[in-house]
């Protein structure tokens, strides 16, 4: 079963059990865990208890003993909790109203939750839910580690490394980072298994996985864009926002988060105007073009940043341009612009401009 419980192959010589990549000393004395439903020789035992340790699981008081229940589902508000305590946050003050319709002030998990969704790790859905009671799926979680990584630079493969993930399934890029990190091997038959729900024990050993790969700091963790825009100011154009929403760029590039100015004129300007999180941020994002652009049409798209221009980049159909710069210290916004600079004779009036994975990095 993949990143679950399957053992691949066994060295009797050795005494040696591989599970995943999880090595197990088979003819040595295992320690008990914590959790009297998790012994020593389980698969992931090391994973569990490391969790325990380090007081990110604290599993289920059951008279004098704990359970963990390793291949119970995983549902969303515990994944928040277990983010929110592996990343050590301090200093966190929960709003005084909920990001999330469905997640009252008062609920269990209430601060983690709001926590996951300010430093953009989860934005919910586009009805405003949260969904805190739902099990969480495996390409969510590729979604949820990717951020939790910073949202690093990371460019997928043209072939998926599973045959069950192609490349126009959202969170693509975000499972092939998985893959590629170590964090997840899949099955033996090649597949992923993306829609299927993540069980606990699977969860103690990603989050493992991650930490001997990344380590972590809460100064690591991405702020996304759209959770903080802040004054929207739009002059000829209209912004829209897509959260787990995918969208394909004229150039064939996907995001399944992304902003966009929705109608840029020949004769005016677009702009918006986004609230910087906090000191230290670097601002990235991949400007592309709506598939309606032309191949004759231009459009100039200019940033900048405590008065400071950051760069004028020339969107067209055929290209994704990629932003990268630092926001000086002290800038309290970042400030976007799009003008047609040149139009195609058969563009319609309006063309889009697509800003996709849009994020402070910090």
């Not at 399934?169 to 980072?177: A, S």
């Not at 394909?248 to 100015?261: E, L, N, V, Y």
């Not at 609230?275 to 230290?280: E, H, K, W």
Request: glycine fraction near 10%; proline fraction near 6%.
């Amino acid at each position: 079963m993949g990143d679950r419980r399957t053992v691949l192959a066994t060295s009797a010589a050795a005494g040696i059990a591989i599970a995943g990549s999880s090595i197990i000393n088979a003819s040595a004395a295992r320690a008990a865990t914590s959790f009297v439903d998790v012994p020593g020789d389980y698969v992931f035992a090391t994973e569990i208890q490391w969790m325990a340790d380090k007081g990110i699981s604290t599993g289920w008081v059951v008279g004098s003993t704990k359970e963990f229940r390793p291949n119970d589902s995983i549902l969303r508000d515990a994944v928040a909790a277990f983010f929110y305590r592996y990343a050590q946050v301090a200093n966190f003050t929960a709003p005084a109203r909920s990001p999330f319709i469905d997640v009252p002030t008062g609920r269990v998990f209430y601060k983690e939750i709001c926590w996951l969704a300010d430093a953009g790790i989860s934005k919910g859905w586009p009805d405003g839910t949260f969904k805190p009671d739902s099990p969480v799926l495996r390409d969510a979680v590729a979604a949820f580690f990717y951020r939790l990584a910073g949202s690093p630079a990371f460019t997928a493969p043209a072939t998926s490394p599973f045959k069950d993930v192609s490349q126009d399934k959202p969170f693509y890029k975000e499972i092939c980072w998985l893959a590629d990190s170590g964090i997840t091997r899949g099955w033996p038959d090649g597949t992923f298994h993306p829609y299927e729900e993540i069980k606990r024990d699977a969860m103690a050993a990603f989050l493992y996985r991650f930490d001997q790969k990344f380590g972590y700091s809460p100064t690591d963790a991405a702020v996304l864009y759209p959770e903080h825009i802040g004054h929207n100011n739009i002059a000829e154009g209209d912004l829209s926002v897509g959260w787990n929403a995918p969208i394909t760029t004229a150039a064939g590039k996907t995001f399944t988060d992304w902003i966009s100015f929705s109608n840029v004129y020949p004769t005016a300007t677009s702009s918006a105007v986004i609230d910087v999180p906090g000191p230290g941020r670097t601002f990235k994002t991949t400007v592309g073009a709506g598939q309606g652009m032309r191949a004759g049409t231009a459009v100039q798209v200019t940033f900048t940043a405590g008065g400071q221009g950051k760069g004028t980049f020339t969107v067209k159909a055929a290209t994704n341009q990629e932003v990268s710069f630092a926001v000086p210290d002290g800038a309290t916004d970042v400030r976007v612009t799009a003008r047609a600079s040149a139009v195609d004779p058969g563009q319609s009036q309006t063309v889009a401009v697509i800003f996709g994975d849009a994020r402070f990095v910090k």
